[in-house]
């Protein structure tokens, strides 16, 4: 039959388009799930470590909880939200970082018979799956080195001996205050030679006065998470103008255990978490999934050793001086 010029230029573009969808279709979908949002530099960090592995590899989705922002009593109908996204788009593997994605959509994720990698998890996995670790789901997860960071502060003045640490009131700062690996519950403990203190306060009134009462009892302070801070009128202050905050008040060297509250007008550091390397880690355990090896769908493993983060404006603003053994070891910030 005879085709005009037309009607083969249309039939052209209808193929193309046919086998378009059809390369569309067949190209895996990873649904990211995060229980925090993108301008908080963990999920920005651990998110370009993803990318950076599965770019190119599958379609990457992401849908942001907002836990850090948003109060606990609206936690749930978000995870009700993130669940319908699941539900629409189908996805052939679902990423779900940090704890309260994975215990808010966890036994979802698994219900649907979709493969379940998490990242930064700080609890116990089995804890968000009634007391086992259920087929079908791996990750890594993530524990501050605050032993490898307290060696550091020896290290570093053998006469420091009083610590506080500063966390916000958030289920991850009560896991690390409960873990066994940590402070075991407890709000002072004793570890090689050293008195340490974990304060939690989601007030950023209680976090300022307990800083400035650091200036005449402590040696040392260690910022951890301080994401969930709201000030007298209710209002979420951000991490980064709390840190900001401590650095310019606080004659008290800060040090931090992940890499984002390190560099200029903020702590030191220490050996700190990246978020980067968390989501390549985490992204190359997806990578197993979609080449089909069901052997490692179980694997659960730690993040890889931190890495010894300074920063130059932070260590001249203390007047610290890094001993020359430990020099070769560290990575210069700002």
Do not use: C
Not at 8 to 36: H, N, P, R
Not at 203 to 219: G, L
């Amino acid at each position: 039959m005879y085709l005009s010029n037309f009607s083969l230029k249309a039939l052209a573009i209808f193929t193309i388009i046919f086998l378009s969808s059809a390369v569309q279709s067949k190209e895996k979908k990873v649904l990211i799930i995060e229980s925090y949002h993108q301008e908080f530099h963990w999920d920005a960090n651990y998110s370009k470590g993803i990318k950076s592995i599965l770019e190119g590899r599958a379609s990457l989705y992401f849908f942001e909880m907002d836990t850090k922002r948003l109060s606990i009593s609206e936690h749930q109908k978000r995870a009700e939200e993130a669940i319908a996204r699941i539900d629409d788009l189908q996805p052939d593997i679902v990423m779900l970082g940090d704890d309260n994605a994975l215990r808010l959509v966890g036994k979802a994720v698994l219900s649907r018979e979709i493969p379940l990698v998490f990242l930064g998890i700080n609890g116990n996995p089995r804890d968000y799956f009634d007391g086992i670790v259920p087929f079908g789901i791996s990750g890594v997860l993530e524990r501050p080195l605050l032993k490898r960071d307290l060696l550091l502060v020896k290290k570093i003045n053998p006469e420091w001996k009083n610590i506080l640490v500063l966390f916000d009131n958030s289920p991850t700062a009560k896991i690390y205050r409960d873990s066994p690996f940590f402070f075991a519950g407890n709000n002072h403990i004793e570890m090689l030679g050293l008195n340490i203190e974990i304060f939690l306060s989601n007030s950023y009134e209680e976090i300022q006065t307990k800083v400035k009462q650091a200036q005449i009892d402590k040696d040392v302070l260690f910022i951890g998470g301080l994401n969930a801070l709201k000030d007298k009128r209710n209002q979420h202050i951000d991490s980064r103008t709390v840190i900001k905050w401590i650095y310019r008040q606080s004659e008290v060297p800060m040090f931090g255990f992940w890499k984002g509250t390190a560099g200029r007008d903020a702590a030191i550091g220490g050996y700190v978490i990246d978020g980067f390397s968390m989501g390549t880690q985490a992204a190359r355990q997806v990578i197993t999934i979609l080449e089909g090896d069901s052997s490692l769908n179980r694997k659960i493993e730690w993040q890889k050793h931190g890495r010894l983060i300074l920063s130059q404006s932070g260590l001249k603003r203390w007047n610290i001086v890094i001993p020359n053994y430990l020099q070769e070891e560290a990575e210069y910030i700002d």
